[in-house]
């Protein structure tokens, strides 16, 4: 059988060439399962020498067998192709070794495949493929040449850490004195900053400006509201006086802020937008280290120290959320008047920073305010319960009392006359508990009322200072027995109110139902009225044409809750009366009635419907639209309405038809300007 040549490394792939060279060899043969071959193989072991071969040794040589069908065939000596240097020659002095005699087989061994194109594809998935294509003929590898370094006459030494340069700022100082104007006060530096948090905002990268402008002094107190909007503390520095002359400024200031426990801020700006607050604060002060948390040293001997607040919102952030607008009602503004005597009072501002505060948050007219400053206005204030606290008056009456200390008039409390009276809208409903207040309304015309503050359980629309009960005019109601006993001089009265310009008269609907009841004694009043037999017939007449209105008062929030929305239920039983005659207006009183009064006893009937009686009026008294137009509440009694016994009673004024007097002129004006016609 003829054998395949040997592979040399003239042809093809170096590489390739031993890759199938070695698979050309024949395997190693099996052990032979004759007991006679193991004395030949350790006579033939024992041949070998195992001493150690010096590294210019040549490589063995090929393996020779004794098997007759494979003859003995020396290989020839591949080059590699990454070493280009000749074999080492073998010393001649060393003995060759012996070969392995190899057992014998019979069996022919099959003609090996051509295995080039499998080294192919073996190198193709284990190498790139620059480097797994083969090579063309004649060419030669070449040796990769390492790139010399360029080395110097020695090692260079490493450069020493810079020492970063301490940042320090200087500049003036201005301090608001007014919306628009602020004046120089010194100059300051602000220096040796603490260490920011890691990539937060820094004084070196804030304060680009010459100058800096701070705003009027604030309580420290008032530090949380600002820290809410605001994130924590990102670096604090020292504040001291830019060069000697201003030293004693700074120390001054410094003083003034920590015995005031004041502090001040201005606007630092990135991009023309305000970024940051920076905060200056008396150092060591409780309450700044209690907000602000300032690294115990940091200040040194430094008497005002530097915070840098970062806002809680960027500019974008602002700008993109949906913020509900804010109502005219919800402004504290001041009164424009004011604003003349502010720019001309300079600095004046600053030290009074108390007193213009109060103006702006309760929005102090000036009108008023020049009323007061006026001699012999003498004034009390009713704050409770609305506004007092278990230590005393609260935050707003303090505003309050703030802005008429500086005023000549004095306040002389709730017992003596005065000029006006301040009522907290949070107090209104107790106003009624003021001495003698229905008299006070009733006869002194130039006696004042204004309102002051806010209160949840007040609108909105009615926070801050109004006047209320103007200098005339009033509202009329009228028990049942002042209806039955006065009758004709009682209608004449309703007819004169009607006329009045600036008085109106109502009737409660349980009023005219136990006017009914008494008249018809015992019988049905629409079977009555059907007859023609209504005695108090224009009493319906005068509800129907307006001059009396049918009306009730809308409950307060203090009322028990009703059965859905009061003030809807109210709007709806309104509405529906506005379009009755007589007899349904008599049907819709009688129903509402008894709906009222389900569980009194006709024994009790009068007393509780006098109790009716006083309650309305005291919700009419507090009612926006009565506040505004009506200064006076009377009430037609008898002496048989025990209840009223009084001349007055929670602010209401008891009189009879005939006493009552309008007290205003109104009717002997115009008798004797028709008397004069006449003639």
Not at 249 to 267: I, T
Request: aromatic share 8%.
């Amino acid at each position: 059988m003829e054998m395949p040549m040997p592979i040399t490394g003239a042809v093809g792939n170096p590489t390739k060439a031993r890759l199938a060279q070695r698979s050309q060899q024949p395997p190693p043969p099996p052990a032979a399962s004759a007991a006679g071959a193991l004395p030949s193989q350790k006579q033939s072991l024992s041949s070998f020498s195992f001493k150690k071969k010096s590294a210019r040794a040549a490589a063995p040589p090929p393996l020779q067998t004794d098997s007759p069908t494979l003859p003995t065939h020396t290989p020839e000596v591949v080059q590699s192709p990454v070493s280009m240097n000749p074999a080492a020659p073998q010393p001649a002095g060393e003995a060759k070794r012996p070969p392995i005699p190899l057992p014998r087989r019979n069996t022919i061994r099959p003609q090996p495949r051509d295995s080039l194109p499998e080294v192919d594809q073996f190198l193709s998935n284990i190498m790139p493929p620059e480097l797994a294509a083969p090579m063309r003929e004649g060419s030669t590898p070449e040796t990769p040449t390492t790139p010399t370094l360029p080395t110097g006459p020695g090692k260079s030494k490493p450069q020493l850490p810079r020492i970063a340069k301490k940042w320090r700022w200087s500049g003036d100082m201005y301090m608001d004195v007014s919306r628009e104007r602020s004046e120089k006060v010194c100059g300051i530096a602000l220096h040796d900053p603490t260490e920011p948090l890691p990539n937060g905002l820094r004084f070196s990268i804030c304060l680009k400006e010459d100058d800096i402008r701070l705003s009027a002094f604030r309580e420290l107190s008032e530090l949380p509201i600002f820290l809410e909007a605001c994130q924590r503390v990102q670096q604090f520095a020292k504040v001291g006086p830019r060069g000697d002359e201003d030293g004693d400024a700074v120390k001054q200031l410094g003083v003034y802020m920590m015995k005031r426990s004041l502090f001040c801020y201005a606007h630092l700006y990135l991009d023309d937008t305000s970024a940051a607050l920076l905060l200056v604060f008396p150092a060591g002060h409780p309450l700044a280290a209690k907000y602000l948390k300032a690294p115990p040293g940091s200040a040194g001997d430094s008497l005002l120290q530097a915070a840098l607040v970062p806002w809680e919102l960027t500019a974008k952030e602002f700008c993109r959320s949906d913020w509900s607008p804010r109502t005219n009602t919800l402004d504290s503004a001041l009164d424009p008047a004011f604003v003349p005597v502010f720019d001309s009072e300079g600095r004046k501002v600053v030290s009074q920073r108390r007193f213009h505060q109060a103006l702006h948050i309760l929005g102090f007219p000036k009108t008023l305010y020049d009323f007061m400053s006026a001699p012999n206005h003498p004034y009390c204030i009713w704050h409770a319960p609305g506004d007092a606290t278990k230590s005393g008056v609260g935050y707003e009456t303090l505003l309050l009392k703030e802005i008429l200390s500086t005023c000549a008039s004095q306040d002389n409390g709730h017992k003596s006359d005065v000029r006006v009276i301040f009522a907290h809208v949070g107090s209104l409903d107790k106003l009624y508990c003021l001495p003698a207040l229905a008299e006070r309304r009733a006869k002194r015309p130039e006696l004042r009322f204004f309102t002051y503050g806010t209160h949840p359980s007040v609108p909105r629309e009615r926070w801050g200072m109004r006047e209320i009960f103007p200098l005339a005019g009033g509202i009329v109601t009228f028990t049942p027995s002042a209806i039955i006993q006065g009758h004709f001089r009682l209608f004449k009265r309703i007819r004169q109110i009607a006329e009045h310009p600036t008085w109106d008269c109502y009737v409660l609907p349980s009023v005219v139902a136990m006017v009914a009841k008494l008249s018809c004694q015992g019988l049905n009043p629409l079977q009555v009225y059907d007859q023609g037999n209504f005695i108090y017939e224009e009493l319906l007449t005068a509800i129907e044409d307006g001059s009396v209105a049918l009306l009730q008062a809308p409950q307060l929030n203090r009322d028990p809750p009703a059965k859905g929305d009061p003030a809807l239920l109210w709007t709806r039983w309104m509405l529906r009366i506005a379009g009755l005659d007589a007899r349904g207006i008599l049907a819709e009183c009688l129903r509402t009635a008894a709906e009222q009064f389900a569980n009194t006893t006709d024994a009790d009937l009068p007393m509780a419907i006098e109790r009716e009686i006083a309650r309305d009026m005291m919700r009419m008294q507090v009612q926006p639209a009565m506040m505004d137009n009506y200064r006076r509440f009377v009430l037609f009694r008898t002496k048989q309405d025990g209840y009223f016994a009084e001349d007055s009673k929670y602010g209401i004024e008891c009189t009879s038809c005939d006493k009552f007097d309008f007290k205003d002129g109104y009717f002997t004006t115009n008798d004797k300007s028709n008397d004069s016609e006449k003639k």
